[in-house]
């Protein structure tokens, strides 16, 4: 593997600025596990959120937890139906201001933990760039801690948006080539800088052991931060590809897709020695993006239900089609608050095994060469709308 050298300044962007205390910054990482005693593969994600977090630097303010001024002598005002009860006021909704960390494991029976604090808890280095919370750290090449939720905790902070049990972990990962380019605007920044990443190390979950192998792993790391996130949100990436004209595994072979911006996608790719970028925030040629995440019909077997993410992107040098399915019962439906008040939520599905094909072809004249045809599996692959909160 060659060693990672390079360092990317964006990657440790996100504390100056108004984004310091409006707006969400997230550092996020996908990898796969080996279960040390069944030899069953998992996913798993790690994430690092910053969500308005020198609004209240010391404390974390979560807005979904029903907070209420009432007292005792209001209550029995209220029950009496007394004209003292017209005065009874809740107290107004804060926006949600706090850093948190989550650890997930994708398919089957998928599951998160959580755990929040504020940005006073939380220790910064710059060089070499280093975060520090609790016992929690993350660094450009390595992320390690531990997370418990007592189910005694979970029914106390229904808010936390997560479920009980304990994961710990300690990882090293090595970036190839990292990327810059992605999606950048005054509202939004995304890159998929560890487009195809190594990880090693090993992680337990709720009592599992798994062997995170640098030799098997399926990896992927990006950064993203703005005003929110955007609507809505579609997200694919793949690093294990094989090519259906040779045979051959693709070692040097990845690619991500993110929306929408400005009603597009972007795609950052490599395939061995082709890279292609096709940027929403128009700094690359012109494209035409056609992208969609629906239902397939269903079948017999209900539980094979798929989901299809499809995307089709050309210019006036490249076509590129993608199709990714993922089976309905692998993937994760979760909530992730967003910055702005009302206690708005993304509801996103999330799935890491899913499976397809992409097709590349190059523009030569009027005619279209293709240079690869490749298939897909170990997908990650996500779709969330922006709804309502309950109160």
């Known amino acids: 593997m060659t060693k990672n050298t390079k360092k990317i300044k964006d990657f440790r962007y996100g504390f ?65 139906g007394t004209q003292s009860a017209h005065s009874i006021t809740t107290e107004e909704i804060k926006l949600p201001s706090y850093c948190a960390v989550r650890i997930g494991c994708i398919g089957g029976r998928a ?21 520090q919370v609790g016992n929690k750290f993350f660094s450009e090449n390595k992320i390690s801690g531990f997370l418990n939720i007592s189910k005694e905790d979970l029914a106390e902070h229904p808010e936390y948006l997560c479920d009980n049990g ?14 810059k380019q992605g999606y950048k605007s005054s509202d939004y920044r995304w890159f998929p800088y560890g487009l195809k990443t190594i990880f090693s190390g090993k992680l337990n979950f709720d009592g599992a052991d798994y062997i995170i192998d640098p030799r098997k792993c399926c990896g992927y790391t990006e950064r993203f931060w703005g005003k929110t996130l955007p609507e809505p949100w579609f997200h694919v990436s793949a690093d294990n590809l094989t090519s259906d004209i040779t045979g051959k595994t693709l070692f040097n072979s990845a690619f991500a897709i993110q929306g929408s911006f400005n009603e597009k996608v972007s795609f950052i790719g490599k395939f061995e020695d082709i890279e292609i970028n096709l940027c929403a925030d128009g700094k690359s040629k012109n494209y035409t993006a056609v992208w969609d995440c629906i ?26 089609d993608v199709d990714v399915y993922c089976k309905i019962k692998d993937l994760f439906n979760r909530s992730i608050e967003l910055p702005e008040n009302s206690r708005r939520i993304m509801n996103m599905l999330e799935g890491t095994t899913g499976t397809g094909e992409i097709k590349l072809y190059k523009r030569i004249g009027n005619t279209l060469e293709q240079i690869e045809h490749a298939n897909l599996v170990k997908v990650v692959c996500e779709f969330g709308h922006v709804e309502q909160g309950e109160v």
């Open 166 to 179: 304990h994961a710990t972990w300690e990882l090293t990962y090595e970036i190839d080539n990292e990327y």
């Open 111 to 131: 599951r998160q933990l959580c755990s929040y604090f504020s940005v006073k808890e939380m220790t910064f280095h710059s060089k070499p760039f280093e975060i």
């Open 295 to 320: 239902q397939m019909p269903e079948a017999e077997n209900v539980e094979e239900n798929l989901l299809h993410w499809s995307v089709s992107l050309h210019n006036k040098e490249w076509v590129i």
């Open 16 to 80: 100056t600025g108004k984004r310091r205390k409006f707006g969400i910054n997230y550092w996020r990482f996908f990898f796969n596990g080996i279960n040390s005693i069944s030899g069953s593969e998992q996913m798993f994600f790690i994430e690092l959120e910053m969500i308005n977090p020198w609004l209240y630097p010391s404390e974390a303010s979560l807005s979904f937890k029903p907070k209420t001024t009432i007292t005792a002598d209001d209550l029995q005002y209220a029950l009496a």
